[in-house]
């Protein structure tokens, strides 16, 4: 075929794509060449000379990281010549490294070791003193610099350019005493600084998180989801003994976040260890929280739930699991007997609710990560996706720098992204129905008028560029659809826009950007008010249907929203059990969650800490966190992903699963029996129509999308 080419390596022929790397090329024959500076999401730059090969016909060396592979080529890798030059080189690189291996992070994991012993000199030849700097230097508060360690590969540098677009790093003082720095005045400031650590071969850029706390050969690895967006990041959990959460890494998945991770993920899981966590249930006695067994606290707890009769409610979390979620909204459903669930408490419109559940059940949000770089034009309506989604950022920036795509851009305020834009539309916040339906028009051609705060020129560039696309993917914000009155109409007119796309003979998908966790699991278990599990809208038909497939007694009222549940405490709701959310903490709704919160007869908290809603309860029920459990979350693009625990659950916490079993046990339910996870799954798989057909072991490392039917 003429875009492919074949060669020899080691006398082993290969057939390749004509622009695969020699480097490349000789990994798929098992062929290992030492690199420093080489790294496959990055561009090549031949930098550090260690990968240097003999190519038939060529005069000199070739640098194998840089040089593309042609038809009939013939390298050389295993020659006394190239073996001594890579050990020349290593020579080069350890005259002023200094041999801290014992107390370096990188001890142990570390490619200038391994290089040095498969293929460096057995000694030294250099006699003088070796280069000295002040050690470590903070780049960041997260990022510390130890410059003599540093052998100039350049990758933390190209990574901030090349990939994040924030080139805060460089190299200073070009010459014999070139380093790393940061911009006088600057610190290194980026979502993804971290990804420069994980980068480095050799140990001069250092997580000030990690540092001195463990050595790789006591850690183990555990495979798992950051659950702190969206996004769902592949990641790894290294524990020391199964007790203590050392670190964070990214996990390669080429479809979700390639081989990187935000800080947020990386560095803000250390509540896992933090001494504060709880370890005991407490239950309030004579005004005041005291320990008591688990059996205890949750005979009182469903003791005054019951008091409260159909008068109560329940609050899920948008960041656990897909296997807790659906037990919680079970049973606030079959055990309290109320609809009243909901997964946050940002205020909910029932329009809103409506459109989440018509747009997702209804086949509009049809979309993948993995569509960004392959689609024209990105439209993204309502979401600031560097802060929300960073990895969405990056995946953004791809398609715009390497792929030649368009980012029409629409957001109330200048974002990160904004730069980008081609071009960007800063319509009116609260004004997004109006917004997208004259949108719509324009790029219709029908008669319409600039909606408030967005240029006549910029809608009439937009349209223009939209209608010329032969592919375009829609990105919405869930929370956009969520808190809208007009929610309805903001579908509707998406609706009618991706009609106008298709007219035009483009090829259009969607995809609802959920900013949480697993949002987007949350609601298709049943944590979306107003229905049931797989966006079954509650009626008298599905009351039927779900009581057939629980075999209990089931609501036949609608269900408040999380809002609506606190501002009628006192008054509709007397009792709330709340699972994995802080009201009172909230940024902007705590003073009046806090006012609401106290008019309650009861409220249940099942969480990590004594937070201030923790800390107003009756009963507060200790949880493990996603690195102490396993189960399922569901990515914004409606990827099913498993986490696996990496320590055990700290004291006597539990994971949500075992409290709501335990909970639906002594209050005499049936139904709650599952004892391992998968079960569970199991059950939603059944329940859910999306996630039919997908087994708990088909998920696989990497996940799997349920299909919009």
């Known amino acids: 075929m003429a875009d492919e080419v074949t060669l020899t390596i080691d006398g ?52 194998s990281c840089s040089t593309k592979v042609a038809d009939g080529m013939v390298v050389r890798t295993n020659t006394p010549e190239v073996r001594e030059m890579w050990k020349s080189i290593l020579e080069f690189l350890l005259i ?143 524990d020391r003994g199964k007790r203590y959460v050392a670190r964070f890494l990214a996990r390669n998945n080429d479809e979700v976040n390639e081989d990187w991770l935000c800080d947020r993920g990386r560095f803000d899981s250390t509540f896992i ?66 609809n009243n669930i909901d997964f946050t408490i940002e205020p909910r419109s029932v329009d809103g609710a409506d459109a989440l559940a018509a747009g997702l059940s209804g086949g509009m949000f049809n979309g993948s990560i993995r569509d960004i770089p392959n689609s024209e034009i990105i439209l993204s309506i309502g979401s600031d996706i560097s802060f929300d989604l960073p990895l969405i950022d990056l995946w953004i920036k791809k398609a715009v720098w390497r792929h030649g795509s ?41 008669a319409w008028k600039p909606p408030a705060g967005v240029e006549k020129e910029n809608i009439e560039s937009a349209a223009k560029t939209l209608k010329e696309a032969k592919s375009v993917l829609i990105l919405v914000s869930e929370t956009l659809l969520r808190s809208a009155e007009r929610g309805m109409d903001i579908l509707d007119s998406l609706n ?37 599990p797989g966006y079954r809208k509650i009626s008298p038909e599905t009351r039927v249907e779900m009581e057939g497939l629980w075999a209990s007694k089931l609501s036949s009222e609608r269900g408040l929203s999380g809002w609506k549940m606190l501002e009628k405490a006192g008054d509709d709701i007397f009792a709330l059990w709340i699972m994995g959310l802080d009201p009172v903490g909230h940024l902007v709704y705590g003073d009046n969650a806090k006012e609401l919160l106290s008019r309650l007869n009861a409220l249940i908290v099942q969480d990590y800490f004594l937070t201030e809603t923790a800390k107003m309860a009756d009963v507060v029920l200790p949880s493990s966190t996603f690195a102490e459990t396993k189960g399922t979350l569901t990515n914004t693009e409606r990827r099913i992903q498993r986490i696996s625990p990496a320590i055990r659950p700290i004291g006597d916490s539990l994971p949500d699963t ?39 072991d088909s998920l696989g490392p990497l996940g799997r999308q349920w299909e919009v039917r």
């Open 273 to 338: 260890n933090d001494p504060e966590r709880l370890t005991k249930p407490l239950v309030r006695k004579n005004g005041e929280l005291q320990e008591a067994t688990w059996e205890e606290a949750l005979k009182v707890a469903i003791s005054l739930m019951r008091k409260a009769g159909e008068k109560t409610a329940g609050l899920g979390s948008p960041n656990r699991t897909n296997e807790q979620n659906y037990l919680f909204q079970k049973f606030i459903r079959c055990v309290l007997g109320t």
């Open 12 to 63: 082993q022929q290969i057939t390749v794509p004509k622009d695969t790397l020699v480097l490349d090329a000789a990994k798929m024959l098992g062929i290992d060449i030492p690199v420093f500076c080489y790294h496959h999401k990055l561009e090549p730059v031949g930098a550090c000379r260690q990968c240097l090969v003999d190519i038939e016909g060529f005069r000199k060396p070739q640098v």
């Open 496 to 532: 009618w826009l991706i009609d106008a796309f298709k007219g035009f003979g483009a090829d259009v998908s969607a995809m609802l950007l959920t900013r949480d966790g697993n949002a987007q699991g949350a609601m298709d278990v049943g944590l979306l008010p107003g229905y049931y």
């Open 658 to 696: 075992d409290i709501i079993q335990k909970a639906a046990f002594l209050a005499g339910a049936s139904g709650f029996d599952f004892g391992r996870i998968e079960n569970i799954y199991d059950e939603i798989s059944q329940v859910v129509p999306g996630y039919n057909g997908i087994s708990y």
């Open 406 to 446: 368009k980012l029409v851009f629409a957001y109330p305020l200048a974002a990160e992204l904004t730069k980008y834009a081609s071009p960007f539309l800063p319509y009116h916040e609260g004004k997004e129905a109006e917004f997208i339906s004259e949108f719509s028009s324009a790029v219709k051609g029908i």
């Open 96 to 238: 002023n490294h200094p041999l801290d291996c014992p107390v370096c992070d990188r001890g142990g994991e570390c490619p200038l070791q391994d290089n040095t012993f498969a293929y460096g000199p057995t000694d030294s030849r250099f006699e003088h003193e070796k280069r000295h700097f002040v050690k470590p230097v903070p780049l960041s508060a997260l990022v510390l610099m130890d410059r003599e360690r540093c052998i100039m590969c350049f990758r933390c540098v190209r990574f901030q350019r090349e990939i994040v677009d924030h080139p805060q790093i460089f190299v200073s003082n070009r010459g014999s005493g070139d380093y790393i720095d940061i911009f006088r005045g600057k610190p290194f400031e980026s979502n993804f600084s971290g990804n420069t650590i994980e980068l480095c071969p050799v140990g001069a850029l250092l997580s000030s998180v990690f540092r001195f706390r463990a050595r790789p050969w006591e850690m183990t690895s555990t495979e798992s989801i950051c659950p702190d967006c969206g996004v769902g990041c592949n990641m790894q959990i290294h």
